[in-house]
Structures are given as structure tokens and as C-alpha cells.
């Protein structure tokens, strides 16, 4: 027996009634796999940015808008009162501001006088006086649940009949570490 050569194994049959598991034949193909993961992250995205969105920190309102015509008579002086309430749980600082108005002739955007002007313009122009709010700059400081009003003047190079005709005043507050809060009337 050990000296007899043994025949070799007959061939497979070339076509078979059996598939083996892993052959191409049974997997999907493969864009099917790439779309599945493309789908299933797109869904945690989507998720994780809804319930991380940003809230505004503070809530308010625009209280009191008047103008001045300045003595040149072709320039305003605007005073802006915004009441705003810090409906979170910490301290919030404001940075700084910028009131837009909408007026017949297009969009103006400025940003309001430094705080250290204030008593001059008022000294200037009395009538600005029409507000008790407090100048509201950078580092104003409102405390969890507080409420806070404040003054914004800025100044506009329009005639007091075209501001008069004014369609809007958006105020934005940018507060430091925090999404701004914009303010319509």
C-alpha cells in the first residue's frame, strides 16, 4: 500500500447546486454599506446639533425710539432704550451693540456712542434726555433672573422727516461668550 500510487481526487463539478457564504455572489453591493453609514451619520449630526442649539441668553425689548435734529439739519441723533432680562443661569456681559434702521432710501447701521460721550451729547442736545436708562456698553454686567434698561445714541446721516419715515430699528447686543440677542421694532 505504501508503495502504490494513489489516483488523484476527481475535480469539482465546474457548476454546482451550492453557493459558499462568502463568495461575491451572495454580498450586497458595495455602495449599499456606504449609503447605510452615510445615512446613519447624518442622523447623529443632525441629532446632537438639535438638542445642542444655542439659546439666547436674555430676552427683551426695544422700549423707547427718538430723534434729534442736530443743528446742520441734515444728520439725527437717535437714543435707542432697550429693557433686557437674563433669563439664564449666570452672569452676562454685553460687549457691544449696533442699531440698524430701515428707511425709505435703504439700510443704516451704526454703532452707539461710548459711554464717556453721553454727557456731553445730552449737554449738546437736552431733548436726548428723554430717557432715565442708563448708558449699556461693553462690560455691562446683568445678573441671572435681573432685568437691566439701557441707552444706545447713535446718529444717522438723515434729515428728521426722512428718519420720521423710518420702516424698522433692529438692535443687536453682542454679549462676550454668548449668541447675540436681537431686538426689533
Partial sequence: M????????????????????????????????????????GAIVF????????????????TKVFAVEQASKDRVLVGVEVNIKNSGDAAIYVKDASVKVSLPTGDLT??????????????????LKQSN??????????????SRSGLFIVGYQVTKDVWDKRRSVEVTIHFYD????????
Fill in 2 to 41: 505504501s508503495g502504490t500510487p494513489q489516483p488523484p481526487a476527481p475535480p469539482k463539478p465546474a457548476t454546482s447546486s451550492y453557493q459558499e457564504m462568502d463568495s461575491p455572489a451572495r454580498s450586497l453591493p458595495p455602495i449599499v454599506p456606504v449609503l447605510i453609514a452615510a445615512v446613519a451619520i
Fill in 47 to 62: 441629532f446632537i446639533a438639535r438638542t445642542n442649539r444655542q439659546t439666547p441668553p436674555a430676552t427683551g425689548s426695544i
Fill in 110 to 127: 451704526d454703532s452707539p456712542a461710548p459711554g464717556a460721550d453721553m454727557p456731553r451729547y445730552f449737554q449738546a442736545y437736552p431733548e
Fill in 133 to 146: 436708562a442708563e448708558w449699556m456698553g461693553d462690560n455691562t454686567k446683568i445678573m441671572p433672573g435681573a
Fill in 178 to 185: 454668548r449668541m447675540p440677542l436681537v431686538l426689533k421694532q
